[in-house]
Structure formats: structure tokens, C-alpha cells
């Protein structure tokens, strides 16, 4: 297990988006491409949502924050926090999503996943919200598994379209 201590959570700035877009591609693709989808689904979705003008008018949001996690001087993975209206969904109370959480290919199963949540929870406490909301694909078994070991609730779903394949999210959150 990684140690809290080693990771670090750095604040993308504006002039990081080639390094966001390589890190967001190459981490949406090892976790949903094939077998898990077609190349052409996953190709297609990649060329809609992961462009440099998208990414860098993300990071530009006001209410959108993207942090690389970085174990010791290595970036393994990021993530993508929503307030207000940068949320993807309109949801009833004081809330952040998590929109994204990725590692790279070779730091999963590591403990990073529990230390990150550890850090977003911490996050979102000093902002004084009262949960943490997320969408996770319906398929994605062991990711429900480790969001409900970690007092996640299922609360709702959403669709997802991935190039012509309509999928179901699951909506969980967890109240701080």
C-alpha cells in the first residue's frame, strides 16, 4: 500500500493541457477500450471528448478543478472535481462530483484508490459540502464494489453514450 504521505496532488493549470489530454486519453483507453468496447465506439468518444480545445476550456472552468496525483516525482494518474454548475448531472444539495479518477496502467491495485478518496473527502470537507457524488458504468463491478466498501450509496443513473453505445452509469454518493 501507498502511503498518503507519497502522493501528491498537483493543480492543472492551463498550461498543462497537452500533458491532461495525453494522461486523459491514455487512461480513458486502457480502462474502456477493448475488449470492454469496440475500438471504433472508444475511438469515436476519445475524438469527441478528448481534444485540446475541450480540455483546455475544462481546465478553464471556474468550477471544475483537475489535479495530477504524483507518487513521488511520477504523475500516475489525475482526477477531475465538479462544483455548482460544472456538475454533469443537477443534483439536490451541496455537493462535488467526481467526474474522473483514473490511474495509469501499472498503479492500480496499490492502495492509490483509497488514498485518493481519502484526499477528495478531505477536499471537500475543508469546503464544507455535505457529499461526494460520482457516475460509475454499470459494468465496472469492481469499481461499485470498492465506492460501496467506502460508504457509497446507489441513488440513481444516468445514460452514457460511448461513440453509438448507449451504457448506464450508476449514480452513488457518499454524505460527509
Given at each position: 500500500?501507498?502511503?498518503?504521505?507519497?502522493?501528491?496532488?498537483?493543480?492543472?493549470?492551463?498550461?498543462?493541457?497537452?500533458?491532461?489530454?495525453?494522461?486523459?486519453?491514455?487512461?480513458?483507453?486502457?480502462?474502456?477500450?477493448?475488449?470492454?468496447?469496440?475500438?471504433?465506439?472508444?475511438?469515436?468518444?476519445?475524438?469527441?471528448?478528448?481534444?485540446?480545445?475541450?480540455?483546455?476550456?475544462?481546465?478553464?472552468?471556474?468550477?471544475?478543478?483537475?489535479?495530477?496525483?504524483?507518487?513521488?516525482?511520477?504523475?500516475?494518474?489525475?482526477?477531475?472535481?465538479?462544483?455548482?454548475?460544472?456538475?454533469?448531472?443537477?443534483?439536490?444539495?451541496?455537493?462535488?462530483?467526481?467526474?474522473?479518477?483514473?490511474?495509469?496502467?501499472?498503479?492500480?491495485?496499490?492502495?492509490?484508490?483509497?488514498n485518493i478518496?481519502?484526499?477528495?473527502?478531505?477536499?471537500?470537507?475543508?469546503?464544507?459540502?455535505?457529499?461526494?457524488?460520482l457516475g460509475?458504468?454499470d459494468r465496472?463491478?469492481?469499481?461499485?464494489?470498492?465506492?460501496?466498501?467506502?460508504?457509497?450509496?446507489?441513488?440513481?443513473?444516468?445514460?452514457?453514450?460511448?461513440?453509438?453505445?448507449?451504457?448506464?452509469?450508476?449514480?452513488?454518493?457518499?454524505?460527509?
Amino acid at each position: 500500500m501507498v502511503e498518503s504521505k507519497e502522493l501528491n496532488f498537483v493543480r492543472v493549470l492551463p498550461e498543462d493541457n497537452h500533458t491532461m489530454l495525453n494522461i486523459g486519453k491514455a487512461t480513458f483507453y486502457q480502462s474502456f477500450g477493448p475488449p470492454l468496447n469496440t475500438e471504433e465506439n472508444i475511438q469515436k468518444y476519445l475524438d469527441q471528448h478528448f481534444t485540446l480545445p475541450k480540455i483546455t476550456q475544462e481546465i478553464l472552468h471556474p468550477e471544475s478543478y483537475f489535479y495530477f496525483i504524483k507518487h513521488k516525482k511520477d504523475i500516475v494518474g489525475y482526477i477531475k472535481l465538479n462544483f455548482g454548475s460544472a456538475q454533469t448531472e443537477t443534483i439536490t444539495g451541496n455537493s462535488l462530483e467526481i467526474e474522473r479518477i483514473y490511474l495509469v496502467q501499472g498503479h492500480q491495485g496499490k492502495g492509490l484508490g483509497l488514498n485518493i478518496l481519502n484526499w477528495i473527502t478531505t477536499f471537500t470537507e475543508q469546503c464544507k459540502l455535505d457529499f461526494i457524488w460520482l457516475g460509475v458504468w454499470d459494468r465496472n463491478i469492481n469499481a461499485i464494489k470498492f465506492y460501496k466498501r467506502n460508504g457509497f450509496i446507489k441513488f440513481g443513473e444516468h445514460p452514457f453514450l460511448l461513440g453509438n453505445d448507449l451504457q448506464t452509469d450508476h449514480l452513488m454518493k457518499r454524505v460527509l
